[in-house]
Nanobody
């Protein structure tokens, strides 16, 4: 069974950094896009960043210049480097992998607070 597993969330002060990792377990024949979504309390889940199989990257405007997505195809892993974190970045972050279908991780909490 294919299962993305996130790690790296936590509590950080405004202006700080965190690095999220997502490793895909199970057998998956091909991965198209890999991405990160987030959901804050009372809000809808939103796409934060996505990287295609060809390496094209897209970001939501609110994180451009602060977050960087990268993927390591050989290990079916995707990362999200988050710098200059703001309180409004507080959310549960979910890894999404697009293969034969969409696969979701269980989520990791990111809290930005002083």
């Amino acid at each position: 069974q294919v299962q993305p597993v996130e790690s790296g969330g936590g509590l950080v002060q405004p202006g700080g950094s965190l690095r999220l990792s997502c490793a895909v377990s199970g057998i998956i024949f091909s991965i198209n896009a890999m991405g990160w979504y987030r959901q804050a309390p009372g809000k809808q889940r939103e796409l934060v960043a996505i990287v295609s199989s060809s390496g094209m990257k897209n970001y939501v405007d609110s994180v451009k210049g602060r977050f960087t997505i990268s993927r390591f195809n050989a290990k079916n892993t995707v990362y999200l480097q988050m710098n200059s974190l703001k309180p409004e970045d507080t959310a549960v972050y979910y890894c999404n992998v697009v293969g034969e279908t969409h696969y979701w991780g269980q989520g990791t909490q990111v809290t930005v607070s002083s």
